[in-house]
């Protein structure tokens, strides 16, 4: 039973919050990392999500969506790639060079796939 | 007085008591060097490899060796120094055995004691099987096998900063310092070994403050994809298969996770040395609020004990690395010669 | 596992229970939905055991559920707890049986309290006066009810008719413990064994022939809390950890679970009916439900007490399995059959009928 659906009881069981590694899906890191080795890079300074366009205005952020893929944690993912308008900015940030708008593009990538069932 | 005429002994044999015995001798000053293990050498005696390049330690212990293969040095080891005592004539040193020693000066350097991981109960380190400490960890890698207890490979490895460091439950809000590099060179490390255990090392904040330390933490993961998940690991425990499950806030995703793992290392942090505790205390030797000893200025005195003749190097004033800690040991001769000149 | 590290802890845990003279307090919740828990520690206090545990019929609930729901100021609760010092004061008590692990945390924080803040006690002994003309003395030992019986567990292993062991196949029962949060999560030493490797149930289940299972989310609240079950809209909270509990502990088949806390075994127990509504999954052996026992309970089915004395029928999860697995011989036609004859009131839905 999902949550917000009524019953007879007037609760429902909550989702889990938790991620939950042992059962989560890393296809997609597997598949940055892979072709954009720069990514594993990455040490969560917030640098791309401070200078980004797009999270000025939506819930788009680059440093957190970093820490979604090394996780496996998938379903936030679909609706954070589409945010990015590819400008460039959070590469000029970047303190250790990882080409992010690349990592973004091949996330968007890698969902399109995995939607397919081609990941 | 002639240099050769006076003697200084050194309470603690491990890097920084053989690095001071060792420029004394060379000044020809004459040495005596109290070791209460069967050897000098200290905790270095048991590591594999030493941050941050992974040099082998033995390259360091026998250096350390041919420091102390003096004349002027005597080594009495399974001894500690129980008390320091002044007399008109000069100092005089209490040992275990229940002899004494007179001495012009002494150089206290009885290092540190490695945090006692079973006090964290919420890791249950000495009650499941493959919760294992950074140091026990150092002596797989000598044995070149890092293995489970069960003799099996393992395939996930984790690794805990900041087990009795910056932890008020344990009484220590300090820093231990080296344990963030050690967790990163022994994540690589067992990545050389076994390129398919994946590793991952959990921490509050990466301290990497020394040369080169930070372009380690780099290396990790651009060479040898070393996992970072930033979160104090809050419980552990065992499933039905007898692998660790452990809870831990990814701070950066601000939610839980929850991960197997084959074996959890814990990074134990440094502690004041018991017996250097019980020397201060039968000495007048005053210590921090973080039990190790208090010098008589943590900018420019702290080599100084502020009793006369009594001189600390090492870990036994704060946690250090190698490098700060033979500079320390260096650091207490230029003061113990200086006092000894001016006497 | 190596056994001797948690020998170690539990070595550094010990507290003083004593041996006789008890002034008992109830619980609000064990009272009413275990209402035979409470009649068996007695009896086995008394009858078998020959001790003094004495009851005052003044004593009220501590508030602890209006405390915890923020609805019962901390002073309030303070001069309540007092009065029930007052009151063991008067009978010439200095031992306090606490059944409920609510109240047992809410008297070890208020104890901890007037040691570090004197001031907070002067003002309580001055509040309970103005509202009672009473005084007390602070008790000389706290015991949680659990404590008591786990100090006298190898007594009752002596007595015992019935071990839990599987008559069937010889083996030990799997048993899971839980440990109501306020126990020791607080105030480690005032539990037996700590908080993170609690020894007060694990000691009874040996003693009484049981293996313990050690399973993930062994220190997972059960959800209970106040606030969360007490408004309806939130007890998705609740169940939700007792499910992540029951899904933890489904692997090993625990033949059952035994809680020192009232609101815990409660709690465990009908949920596993909401559970099996909500998602149609039943927990334990052959899906017949997972039975949640007090340790009164359990202390009682070992010295061989008549299961519907106890009140194993007003669970949730019936526990007819159980029993037959221990060799104890129960009719369940009986459940409801009151002693004069009449016919006592009939749980609908329960789990494993």
Same mark, same amino acid.
């Given at each position: 039973?999902?949550?917000?659906?009524?019953?007879?009881?007037?609760?429902?069981?909550?989702?889990?919050?938790?991620?939950?590694?042992?059962?989560?899906?890393?296809?997609? %890191?597997?598949? /940055?990392?892979?072709?954009?080795?720069?990514? $594993?890079? +990455?040490?969560? &300074? =917030?640098? !791309?999500?401070?200078? @980004?366009?797009?999270?000025?205005?939506?819930?788009?952020?680059?440093?957190?969506?970093?820490?979604?893929?090394? %996780?496996?944690? /998938?379903?936030?993912?679909?609706?954070?790639? $589409?945010? +990015?308008?590819? &400008? =460039?900015? !959070?590469?000029?940030? @970047?303190?250790?060079?990882?080409?992010?708008?690349?990592?973004?593009?091949?996330?968007?990538?890698?969902?399109?796939?995995?939607?397919?069932?081609?990941? | 007085?002639?240099?050769?005429?006076?003697?200084?002994?050194?309470?603690?044999?491990?890097?920084?008591?053989?690095?001071?015995?060792?420029?004394?001798?060379?000044?020809?000053?004459?040495?005596?060097?109290?070791?209460?293990?069967?050897?000098?050498?200290?905790?270095?005696?048991?590591?594999?490899?030493?941050?941050?390049?992974?040099?082998?330690?033995?390259?360091?212990?026998?250096?350390?060796?041919?420091?102390?293969?003096?004349?002027?040095?005597?080594?009495?080891?399974?001894?500690?120094?129980?008390?320091?005592?002044?007399?008109?004539?000069?100092?005089?040193?209490?040992?275990?055995?229940?002899?004494?020693?007179?001495?012009?000066?002494?150089?206290?350097?009885?290092?540190?004691?490695?945090?006692?991981?079973?006090?964290?109960?919420?890791?249950?380190?000495?009650?499941?099987?493959?919760?294992?400490?950074?140091?026990?960890?150092?002596?797989?890698?000598?044995?070149?096998?890092?293995?489970?207890?069960?003799?099996?490979?393992?395939?996930?490895?984790?690794?805990?900063?900041?087990?009795?460091?910056?932890?008020?439950?344990?009484?220590?809000?300090?820093?231990?310092?080296?344990?963030?590099?050690?967790?990163?060179?022994?994540?690589?490390?067992?990545?050389?070994?076994?390129?398919?255990?994946?590793?991952?090392?959990?921490?509050?904040?990466?301290?990497?403050?020394?040369?080169?330390?930070?372009?380690?933490?780099?290396?990790?993961?651009?060479?040898?994809?070393?996992?970072?998940?930033?979160?104090?690991?809050?419980?552990?425990?065992?499933?039905?298969?007898?692998?660790?499950?452990?809870?831990?806030?990814?701070?950066?995703?601000?939610?839980?996770?929850?991960?197997?793992?084959?074996?959890?290392?814990?990074?134990?942090?440094?502690?004041?040395?018991?017996?250097?505790?019980?020397?201060?205390?039968?000495?007048?030797?005053?210590?921090?609020?973080?039990?190790?000893?208090?010098?008589?200025?943590?900018?420019?005195?702290?080599?100084?004990?502020?009793?006369?003749?009594?001189?600390?190097?090492?870990?036994?004033?704060?946690?250090?690395?190698?490098?700060?800690?033979?500079?320390?040991?260096?650091?207490?001769?230029?003061?113990?010669?200086?006092?000894?000149?001016?006497? | 596992?190596?056994?001797?590290?948690?020998?170690?802890?539990?070595?550094?845990?010990?507290?003083?229970?004593?041996?006789?003279?008890?002034?008992?307090?109830?619980?609000?919740?064990?009272?009413?939905?275990?209402?035979?828990?409470?009649?068996?520690?007695?009896?086995?206090?008394?009858?078998?055991?020959?001790?003094?545990?004495?009851?005052?019929?003044?004593?009220?609930?501590?508030?602890?559920?209006?405390?915890?729901?923020?609805?019962?100021?901390?002073?309030?609760?303070?001069?309540?707890?007092?009065?029930?010092?007052?009151?063991?004061?008067?009978?010439?008590?200095?031992?306090?049986?606490?059944?409920?692990?609510?109240?047992?945390?809410?008297?070890?924080?208020?104890?901890?309290?007037?040691?570090?803040?004197?001031?907070?006690?002067?003002?309580?002994?001055?509040?309970?006066?103005?509202?009672?003309?009473?005084?007390?003395?602070?008790?000389?030992?706290?015991?949680?009810?659990?404590?008591?019986?786990?100090?006298?567990?190898?007594?009752?292993?002596?007595?015992?008719?019935?071990?839990?062991?599987?008559?069937?196949?010889?083996?030990?029962?799997?048993?899971?413990?839980?440990?109501?949060?306020?126990?020791?999560?607080?105030?480690?030493?005032?539990?037996?064994?700590?908080?993170?490797?609690?020894?007060?149930?694990?000691?009874?289940?040996?003693?009484?022939?049981?293996?313990?299972?050690?399973?993930?989310?062994?220190?997972?609240?059960?959800?209970?809390?106040?606030?969360?079950?007490?408004?309806?809209?939130?007890?998705?909270?609740?169940?939700?950890?007792?499910?992540?509990?029951?899904?933890?502990?489904?692997?090993?088949?625990?033949?059952?679970?035994?809680?020192?806390?009232?609101?815990?075994?409660?709690?465990?127990?009908?949920?596993?009916?909401?559970?099996?509504?909500?998602?149609?999954?039943?927990?334990?052996?052959?899906?017949?439900?997972?039975?949640?026992?007090?340790?009164?309970?359990?202390?009682?089915?070992?010295?061989?007490?008549?299961?519907?004395?106890?009140?194993?029928?007003?669970?949730?999860?019936?526990?007819?399995?159980?029993?037959?697995?221990?060799?104890?011989?129960?009719?369940?036609?009986?459940?409801?059959?009151?002693?004069?004859?009449?016919?006592?009131?009939?749980?609908?839905?329960?789990?494993?009928?």
């Amino acid at each position: 039973m999902s949550a917000g659906q009524a019953n007879r009881f007037g609760f429902v069981i909550n989702p889990s919050r938790l991620i939950d590694y042992d059962t989560s899906d890393r296809k997609v %890191r597997e598949y /940055i990392t892979l072709r954009e080795p720069s990514f $594993t890079l +990455c040490f969560a &300074c =917030g640098g !791309c999500a401070a200078t @980004c366009t797009a999270g000025q205005h939506t819930s788009f952020n680059l440093r957190r969506m970093n820490t979604y893929i090394r %996780r496996g944690e /998938i379903e936030p993912l679909r609706e954070e790639v $589409t945010r +990015c308008m590819l &400008c =460039g900015k !959070c590469l000029l940030v @970047c303190p250790r060079g990882v080409n992010t708008r690349n990592v973004v593009s091949l996330a968007a990538e890698a969902i399109r796939k995995l939607e397919r069932n081609e990941l | 007085m002639k240099s050769t005429q006076l003697h200084i002994m050194v309470a603690g044999g491990g890097v920084a008591g053989m690095e001071a015995a060792g420029t004394l001798a060379e000044m020809g000053y004459r040495v005596t060097l109290v070791e209460k293990g069967d050897e000098p050498g200290g905790h270095l005696l048991q590591w594999h490899a030493l941050f941050p390049d992974r040099r082998p330690a033995e390259e360091v212990r026998s250096y350390l060796r041919k420091r102390i293969e003096h004349r002027n040095i005597s080594i009495i080891t399974k001894t500690t120094v129980e008390k320091i005592r002044h007399h008109i004539s000069g100092l005089e040193v209490n040992l275990s055995g229940g002899t004494s020693e007179k001495a012009d000066a002494v150089i206290v350097s009885t290092g540190f004691d490695l945090f006692d991981a079973s006090r964290k109960e919420e890791y249950g380190y000495g009650i499941y099987d493959n919760v294992i400490t950074s140091a026990e960890l150092e002596v797989m890698f000598n044995r070149g096998r890092v293995a489970k207890a069960d003799g099996t490979v393992p395939s996930r490895i984790g690794l805990i900063h900041c087990v009795g460091s910056r932890d008020e439950k344990v009484n220590n809000n300090h820093c231990s310092k080296v344990c963030c590099v050690t967790a990163v060179k022994q994540a690589i490390e067992i990545r050389k070994m076994l390129p398919s255990c994946e590793v991952f090392c959990f921490y509050m904040d990466m301290r990497m403050y020394g040369p080169y330390y930070e372009e380690l933490y780099r290396e990790s993961q651009e060479f040898y994809n070393v996992n970072f998940i930033r979160g104090k690991v809050s419980e552990a425990s065992v499933n039905i298969n007898n692998r660790l499950v452990i809870k831990v806030e990814d701070t950066l995703a601000g939610r839980p996770l929850k991960m197997e793992l084959d074996i959890m290392v814990l990074m134990a942090g440094m502690e004041m040395a018991a017996s250097g505790m019980k020397l201060a205390e039968a000495s007048g030797m005053k210590r921090g609020i973080n039990r190790f000893l208090e010098t008589t200025d943590h900018h420019y005195g702290n080599n100084l004990s502020g009793i006369k003749g009594v001189f600390y190097a090492g870990t036994c004033t704060a946690p250090m690395n190698i490098t700060d800690t033979i500079s320390h040991a260096r650091a207490a001769v230029a003061e113990t010669v200086r006092y000894l000149n001016g006497r | 596992m190596k056994p001797e590290g948690k020998k170690r802890i539990w070595a550094e845990y010990q507290k003083e229970i004593p041996d006789d003279h008890f002034f008992y307090v109830r619980s609000c919740i064990r009272q009413t939905f275990f209402a035979g828990s409470e009649q068996c520690f007695l009896k086995i206090m008394r009858d078998d055991l020959g001790k003094d545990v004495f009851e005052d019929p003044r004593h009220t609930t501590c508030t602890g559920i209006g405390y915890h729901g923020d609805i019962v100021p901390f002073e309030t609760i303070q001069t309540v707890v007092a009065r029930h010092f007052a009151l063991a004061t008067e009978a010439g008590y200095k031992n306090i049986a606490i059944s409920c692990v609510t109240s047992f945390g809410i008297y070890t924080e208020i104890l901890e309290t007037w040691k570090h803040f004197p001031e907070t006690l002067e003002r309580t002994r001055e509040d309970l006066y103005r509202a009672t003309g009473r005084t007390f003395e602070i008790p000389e030992t706290i015991s949680h009810a659990s404590d008591i019986i786990y100090k006298f567990r190898d007594q009752i292993a002596r007595k015992a008719k019935y071990n839990l062991v599987d008559i069937s196949t010889g083996k030990p029962l799997k048993v899971v413990e839980h440990i109501g949060c306020h126990y020791s999560k607080m105030f480690p030493k005032s539990g037996i064994g700590g908080a993170e490797f609690p020894h007060v149930l694990v000691g009874m289940v040996e003693a009484w022939g049981g293996d313990i299972i050690d399973y993930p989310e062994r220190r997972h609240c059960c959800g209970f809390g106040f606030r969360q079950y007490l408004v309806q809209a939130n007890r998705g909270y609740s169940i939700s950890a007792s499910r992540k509990k029951f899904e933890s502990m489904e692997p090993y088949q625990p033949d059952l679970i035994i809680g020192n806390c009232p609101g815990c075994a409660m709690f465990m127990d009908r949920w596993q009916y909401t559970i099996k509504e909500m998602d149609g999954i039943t927990y334990g052996k052959n899906g017949q439900g997972i039975p949640v026992l007090t340790y009164e309970e359990l202390a009682g089915l070992v010295m061989g007490y008549n299961p519907w004395e106890l009140g194993l029928q007003y669970h949730n999860v019936q526990s007819m399995p159980l029993l037959r697995r221990m060799g104890i011989k129960a009719d369940p036609a009986e459940r409801f059959l009151a002693k004069d004859g009449t016919r006592l009131p009939e749980p609908a839905n329960l789990i494993n009928e």
